[in-house]
């Protein structure tokens, strides 16, 4: 399995405060990895450096470099509307557009210039199947997307951010706003989109880790600790700090 | 309780109920008076002809005409200008003491009597394009901007940032953000500017007397522009005081009080209108 995502040296501060310090980290194709870490690590700010939703901070300053499929995103001919269709995100709270169903998952697709009825007709039908909510919304697609529940307004997310094709998609702690049957739901979904889509996800939840993570890695402020298989991690932590986290004994 | 402090609530209470009614029963009494002065002489000639001296009649047509462009000529300028500055301070502009000194201008510059503005208006713009409509609705411009400026900002500022980082995470450039999910977002504040600012523009008279003058010709919308023409605040202005025809000018009070009840309901209406609509 080839890398999809690479940092190398990557800092990052607010203003004068460090959030992360020196982040080397190489991200496999087509896996799930679980980002965890007590709350204030630097696990949100990690993942908007990876499609540089960090740029709408003026505070925001970055040095080293993140490559994505051997390129730096830091480099002044990206183009950065490219790289947020590419490497996708979906929200820790669900946020549909006020608008309808149709018109949120058409979003993406209409923005990068498709505009044929049937085609995009095609990829509305085919992100909403994708993200496991085709059979409940088929039938008002023109309904607005705000008389949603939380749980299927987060899967409509997950469609919205499908419907423009990406290959990586980062979830900042996706299922921390949902009751437990959303959650398993949202998790088999991941579990199935790893088929086809790379995918990274903080979660506070070490279970949620174990379930669906093939790598783990483990932030501490603003540091990147610890780095592996997820069975690695969670059976025989390296790092002592590592084990007082999974075992709870702090954070 | 001591009888001291009873007494003492007693006189208290006696005193905002005579105060509110006093209030209440003045408003009520210069609506009644205006409506009983002026209803009955509001005829369909006089609505519909324009003043003629050889036929002695007075007819207000030109005047609602006249009220009909500048508000029109009005907000073409107003509303770009304003919701632009809006959208520019609030989703461009980085530099927050630039856009705190604007928003103090503004304020101050809403405070501003509009006789001054009728004064500048007549030296910058009646100098440049004649007593004009146009140069009335420059004026009033200038007038309004800081009223449109803040009620689409303060609505720009509810617009939830989670709606922009979505939009930005699919890819969206800022200004497909700004134009598809920020200005829907902020429509709300867009129109109660409008109709506040409609409401100031029926209500000026100060600084239209100065600037587009108080000729009753029936023209159209272009040839309205370049010339001199009265409002109907202006008009009533001119008749009562000028020419002394009371019961033209109360006809037009009239007019002008159902106007503005009617403005503040559909304030009213659009607020509540889009209440409902944010919390689906
Ligand atoms: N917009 C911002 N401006 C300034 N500092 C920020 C900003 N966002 C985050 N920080 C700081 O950066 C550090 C890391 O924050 P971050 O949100 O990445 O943590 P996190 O690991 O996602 O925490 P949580 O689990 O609570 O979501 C914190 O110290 C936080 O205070
Ligand atoms: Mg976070």
Known sequence: ?251 | MSKKRKFYIFLMRSIMIVTTAFTAILVLFLLAYVFIEGIPNITWELLSTKPSYLEERIGILPDILNTVYIVIATLIFLLPLGVGAAIYLTEYARNQRVVTTIEYAAETLSGIPSIIYGLVGMLVFSNNFGTSLLAGALTLVIMNLPTIMRTTQESLKTVPQSYREGAFGLGAGKWRVIRTVVIPGCLDGVITGCILSIGRILGESAALLFTAGFAHALNNFFTGLRSPGATLTVALYVYAKEEGEFEVAFAIAAILMMLTLLINLSATLVGKYFAKRKNI
């Not at chain 1, 269709?85 to 210039?113: E, L, W």
């Not at chain 1, 899967?155 to 949902?178: F, N, Q, W, Y």
């Not at chain 1, 590592?242 to 702090?250: L, M, P, S």
């Open chain 1, 1 to 251: 399995m080839s890398e999809i995502i690479t940092t190398k040296d990557l800092c990052l501060w607010y203003g004068d405060n460090q959030a992360l310090k020196n982040i080397n980290l190489a991200i496999p194709e087509k896996s799930i990895t679980a980002l965890i870490g007590p709350s204030g690590c630097g696990k949100s700010t990690f993942i908007k450096t990876l499609n540089r939703m960090n740029d709408l901070i003026p505070s925001v300053k970055i040095t080293g470099e993140v490559n994505y499929k051997g390129r730096n995103i830091f480099s002044k001919d990206t183009d950065v509307n490219e790289l947020r269709r590419d490497i996708g995100m979906v929200f820790q709270k669900p946020n549909p557009f006020p608008m309808s169903i149709y018109d949120n998952v058409a979003y993406g697709p209409r923005t990068h210039g498709i505009t044929s009825r049937v085609k995009l007709n095609e990829i509305v039908e085919q992100a909403l199947k994708d993200a496991a909510i085709w059979d409940e919304v088929s039938d008002r697609l023109k309904k607005n997307a705000l008389s949603l529940s939380g749980g299927q307004q987060q899967r409509l997310c997950i469609a919205r951010a499908l419907a423009v094709k990406p290959e990586v998609l980062l979830m900042d702690e996706p299922t921390s706003a949902l009751d437990p049957i959303s959650t398993s739901r949202i998790e088999e979904l991941i579990l199935q989109l790893k088929e086809k889509y790379t995918i990274i996800i903080v979660t506070h939840n070490m279970q949620q880790a174990v379930r669906i993570s093939d790598n783990t890695a483990f932030f501490l402020l603003g540091d990147l600790v610890e780095f592996g298989k997820t069975e690695k991690i969670f059976s025989q932590p390296k790092d002592k700090r590592t084990e007082d986290y999974i075992t709870g004994r702090f954070g």
